[in-house]
């Protein structure tokens, strides 16, 4: 069985500062990862994701992420964040394949002034 | 394009009543996925649906069920509603179903159902 672990349930951070948002997974095969974010009353965005070939990945709003398989991790960084970035975000891990996503428990990120 | 609509956004109900959720997946995609969200379990996955078959299936009792229409809008249906039940209920789509690579799944608003 698959399993994602975010070792953050919230992170508190000042506009500017770097942040990074941290995510393990657990699988005995393939798999895609993904990072998305949720803002308050609404659905799920996707931020990033991992399928195949190169392991840096990057979203067009300044986040990347690095998929190490030895490590299976996946964490989520951004050298300089916004006021605005202030949001949950899931990690999740789906078989290749298939379209069921398996969530961690979300990180909060709280960036202040 | 539009995107994924879910109705009704909120919905109160007592214990013991019954639910229908529906979503309507963005236009040409013909896959459903419903996930629960709820504070103390996260997000979990209910079912998926494709071409009116569920294909796959989450770890939920029979209380939870759903369908697909011919157009691939979809319902879900809880049935003897418990406390518990309590939570945003998300559906996604995507172009496709389970098998075919990857294909990305877009999410509606979600509807919040309480349970008194």
């Known amino acids: 069985a698959q399993s994602v672990t975010q070792l953050d349930s919230q992170v508190p951070v000042f506009e500017e500062a770097p942040v990074e948002l941290r995510c393990n997974y657990s699988s005995s095969v393939s798999v895609y990862l993904f990072w998305y974010v949720q803002y308050p009353n609404q659905g799920l965005q996707l931020l990033l994701k991992?399928?195949?070939?190169?392991?840096l990945v990057e979203s067009i709003n300044g986040f990347e992420a690095e998929f190490n398989k030895s490590q299976t991790s996946f964490h989520l960084r951004k050298p300089s964040v916004h006021i605005s970035d202030t949001a949950e975000y899931f990690c999740a891990v789906s078989n290749t394949g298939f379209q069921k996503l398996v969530f961690g428990t979300g990180t909060r990120l709280l960036v202040s002034p | 394009k539009a995107g994924v609509t879910q109705t009704p956004r909120y919905l109160i109900k007592t214990r013991g009543q019954q639910v229908t959720l529906s979503c309507s997946p963005i236009s040409g995609h013909r896959s459903v996925s419903w996930y629960q969200q709820t504070p103390g379990q996260g997000l979990q996955f209910l079912f998926e649906?494709?071409?009116?078959?569920?294909?796959n299936k989450g770890n939920f009792p029979g209380r939870f069920s759903g369908r697909q229409f011919s157009n691939s809008r979809s319902e879900m249906n809880v049935s003897t509603l418990e406390l518990g039940d309590s939570a945003l209920y998300l559906c996604a789509s995507s172009l496709v179903a389970s098998g075919a690579g990857y294909n990305e799944q877009f999410f509606g608003p979600g509807t919040r159902l309480t349970v008194l």
């Open positions: 991992y399928l195949s070939g190169s392991t």
């Open positions: 649906y494709f071409s009116e078959t569920q294909r």
